[in-house]
């Protein structure tokens, strides 16, 4: 079936650090990807998305690439600050589905 | 613009107990809507969704149901709570027919404790 892997966390970082958060996924179809953010206490808030292969999604200094070759769509920042502390969610959604599946989320924090 | 409403925001439930969780969308027709549970530590499990009034799919069999009453309303209960009911719920839309672009947008969740 269709499913996302993300890399396990937490992650902990000081301010102005590269943030890499690596998602892969198996799908049947070309599906379309998702990164969310849920800050603490709150719902999911898409950050980005990309449609098709080679698309790059950004937002708020985030980036991913959809890389069908290598069924990736990794989420990076290259100077995350405080307020990027949070749980990231990769998802993927297909063609004549309508759910989103979910990775397991990544927790993020970031030191000052 | 659209928006989506949860209640309540937190919620403490004896085991045994009914429940009643609600969500709202305005600013749109016709949307798919979604319930998804999020237990402490894990990811999010989709519960069930609705491409229309009174139509519902179950992705998990358990103690909860929903229901549609409405265009826009979607209800989550269930008769008798368990302990495992506790976690965070989360209701979501998407446009109906948007296809596999089009994301699901989250209400800001309830968190439910049963006790």
């Known amino acids: 079936g269709d499913s996302v892997t993300q890399m396990e966390g937490p992650v902990t970082l000081s301010e102005e650090a590269f943030l890499t958060i690596n998602c892969t996924y198996t799908a049947t179809g070309y599906p379309s990807l998702f990164w969310y953010v849920q800050y603490p206490g709150e719902g999911l808030q898409l950050l980005l998305k990309a449609t098709k292969a080679d698309d790059k999604g950004s937002n708020k200094g985030f980036e991913a690439t959809y890389r069908k070759e290598t069924t990736s769509f990794h989420l990076e920042k290259g100077s995350v600050q405080v307020s990027d502390s949070a749980v990231y969610f990769c998802?993927?959604?297909?063609?004549?589905?309508?759910?989103?599946?979910f990775g397991a989320g990544t927790t993020v924090t970031v030191r000052a | 613009s659209q928006t989506i409403h949860q209640w309540p925001a937190t919620l403490v439930q004896p085991v045994g107990s009914p429940l009643s969780l609600e969500c709202t969308v305005e600013?749109?027709?016709?949307?798919?809507l979604y319930w998804y549970r999020q237990a402490a530590g894990r990811g999010l499990q989709l519960l069930f969704y609705s491409v229309g009034i009174g139509q519902i799919s179950s992705e998990v069999p358990q103690n909860l149901s929903a229901s549609r009453p409405q265009d826009r309303q979607f209800i989550l209960s269930s008769k008798k709570l368990l302990l495992s009911d506790s976690g965070f719920y989360l209701c979501a839309w998407s446009v109906r027919g948007g296809g596999s672009n089009s994301p699901l947008h989250f209400g800001n969740g309830t968190r439910l404790t049963v006790t």
């Open positions: 998802a993927l959604r297909i063609s004549n589905d309508y759910k989103l599946s």
């Open positions: 600013g749109t027709s016709n949307p798919n």
